[in-house]
């Protein structure tokens, strides 16, 4: 007989039937059961990273523009710009983020004493509420710690910490609508006066 090569007789194939009386369309099965649950697992992870890498995104960015603030504050010093100074530094650290997401910025000397607070509001000529621009005098409202009243002289400098809150919101939704993220850097003012 044709295909005998064992001495014994080949058994012809039922229709859809494999080796071993599988049937063939089981495989197809088995790859679909597969994807589905490769789909079922994979999803929560690529969206977790996602999601996480998102927020990242916007602590990086935060801790960027305190540290940017914070620097141009101490440049500034006790020159009466130097509170708008720092958050036109938030803005430009900000470039292509969503500056509408600061909750507030503050200003303040962290061995105590008053508390310069900021809210970003783009629709106004200021854009910063309560205006601290002394370049518009019809808008401007002298901060609690003004900046003529830092101490800048050389052996008594004022210390003085950028806080910037910021809300970010959750894409997916999956770990609730909003998270608030907060970061501070603390500069020492550089002296404008020196003692004799």
């Given amino acids: ?9 080949m058994s012809e194939r039922q229709p859809g039937a494999c080796r071993g009386g599988v049937l ?3 495989h197809g099965a088995t790859l679909v059961e597969s994807a589905v649950v490769f789909a079922l697992i994979a999803l929560p992870i690529l969206i977790g ?25 101490a440049a500034a010093a006790d020159d009466p710009v130097a509170d708008i100074s720092a958050l036109r530094a938030i803005e430009q650290s900000f470039a292509g983020a969503n500056l509408n997401a600061i909750g507030e910025v503050r200003i303040f000397n962290p061995d105590g004493g008053p508390v310069n607070t900021y809210s970003y509001t783009p629709a106004s000529a200021c854009t910063w509420s309560p205006c601290p621009d002394p370049d518009l005098p019809g808008l401007y409202i002298q901060p609690p710690w003004a900046p003529v009243d830092r101490d ?24 609730g609508s909003t998270i608030d993220l907060s970061r501070s850097v603390t500069n020492q003012l550089e002296p404008q006066m020196f003692s004799s």
């Fill in 1 to 9: 007989m044709p295909g005998n090569t064992s001495g014994g007789y």
């Fill in 49 to 73: 990273i996602l999601e996480f890498g998102l927020v990242f995104k916007d602590w990086i960015t935060i801790s960027h523009a305190s540290r940017e603030s914070a620097s141009a504050l």
């Fill in 152 to 175: 800048v002289e050389v052996g008594n400098l004022d210390r003085a910490t950028v806080e910037i809150d910021f809300t970010h919101n959750w894409v997916t939704g999956f770990f």
């Fill in 24 to 26: 063939c369309r089981d």
